[in-house]
């Protein structure tokens, strides 16, 4: 019984046993059959679909061209033909705040992609051989993380003469992806001396070969639920960066820029602050939710 069980954990390990697993109880389908009954998860996913598609084909929310502006109309407020009202230069303001998705959703994913590359590299080395590999990993991974990531943010890009999206999220990731390194180090810890992992160094495979196959596969739980996180944080953060006049720069179009043209005029045509805060906070109330639910399920300790 108990080569079945780890059988169903590690199909490498059910081979050598000659146990066969059953798909049905494979984690990973568990996890689909259990997201699939999650209704926070088919919410957050229904509004990251239409956000997604927002920033990727904004044609088909709105037909205006963002650069279309006329100074006649400027500050007008919501109507029926300007269902956002209109900005400081007499732009349409829900194109604009449309069109704001694509440069705030890709800095979130850019970020959030390289930061958990780096850490899936960085934390399997170190969870796995330990030692002094570990010991000078995790104390760089310190030192940036003793930096709060906000303050770091601030001073690298207030010396950047030209800040796009690349710019903006490489200089988020080097101080976000300590915290993912160590969720993956602690995740690749917990499996490293499992009765899989030493069963196939027993049988002689090389240490790419068990990291590979067996390591990897059973610590990629916590960093991918965090990942959903944290592509929400660094929307906010853009937004915040970009808020201070440290993040992006026109002629980018995205929700912190419009905050942060706003700004001065919240008591005349506050219409020009609600808009594109609503938008970030509903993208990252949905990516912060969908990736609890992926914890929820994808993570053994949790699920009973």
Same mark, same amino acid.
């Given at each position: ?16 046993? *000659? ?21 926070? !998860?088919?919410?957050? *996913? @229904? ?11 904004? /044609? ?6 963002? /650069? ?5 109309? #400027? ?12 900005? &400081? ?15 705030? &959703? ?8 390289? #930061?958990?590359?780096?850490? @899936? ?18 104390? $760089? ?12 943010? @601030?001073? !690298? ?11 903006? %999220? ?15 180090? *602690? ?8 009765? $899989? ?7 002689? %495979?090389?240490?790419? %070969? ?52 706003? +700004? ?6 506050? +219409? ?33």
């Amino acid at each position: 019984m108990s080569e079945l069980i780890e059988a169903r954990h590690d199909p490498t390990e059910a081979r050598a046993t *000659g146990a066969k697993p059953e798909e049905d109880a494979s984690l990973w389908k568990d996890a689909w059959r259990s997201l699939r009954t999650n209704p926070w !998860f088919i919410i957050s *996913g @229904i509004i990251l679909i239409i956000m997604v598609l927002m920033a990727i084909f904004p /044609q088909l929310f709105t037909n205006t061209s963002p /650069q279309e502006c006329l100074l006649e109309r #400027s500050r007008q407020r919501p109507s029926a033909q300007h269902w956002f009202g209109t900005d &400081i230069q007499g732009c349409d303001y829900y194109t604009r705040v449309i069109y704001g998705a694509r440069a705030s &959703i890709a800095v979130g994913v850019v970020v959030a992609a390289l #930061s958990v590359a780096v850490s @899936i590299i960085l934390g399997l080395v170190a969870g796995y051989f330990g030692r002094w590999i570990d010991t000078v990993i995790s104390r $760089f991974a310190d030192m940036v993380f003793a930096i709060p990531y906000f303050l770091g943010a @601030i001073v !690298f890009l207030n010396v950047l003469e030209s800040r796009g999206i690349l710019e903006v %999220a490489f200089v988020l990731t080097i101080f976000t992806w300590p915290i993912t390194m160590r969720l993956m180090r *602690g995740a690749v810890m917990a499996v490293t001396n499992n009765e $899989f992992v030493l069963a196939a160094r027993a049988m002689g %495979a090389g240490h790419m %070969a068990i990291m590979r196959r067996h390591i990897l596969p059973n610590s990629l739980a916590p960093i991918l639920g965090y990942s959903s996180i944290l592509v929400g944080l660094m929307i906010s953060a853009e937004a915040a960066l970009t808020f201070l006049g440290v993040g992006l720069q026109l002629p980018s179009i995205s929700w912190g820029l419009q905050l942060s043209n706003a +700004h001065g005029y919240i008591q005349t045509v506050p +219409h020009l602050l609600v808009f594109p805060l609503i938008f970030v906070a509903i993208t990252v109330f949905a990516f912060t939710v969908m990736g609890d639910a992926i914890r929820d399920a994808i993570d053994p300790k949790i699920k009973k």
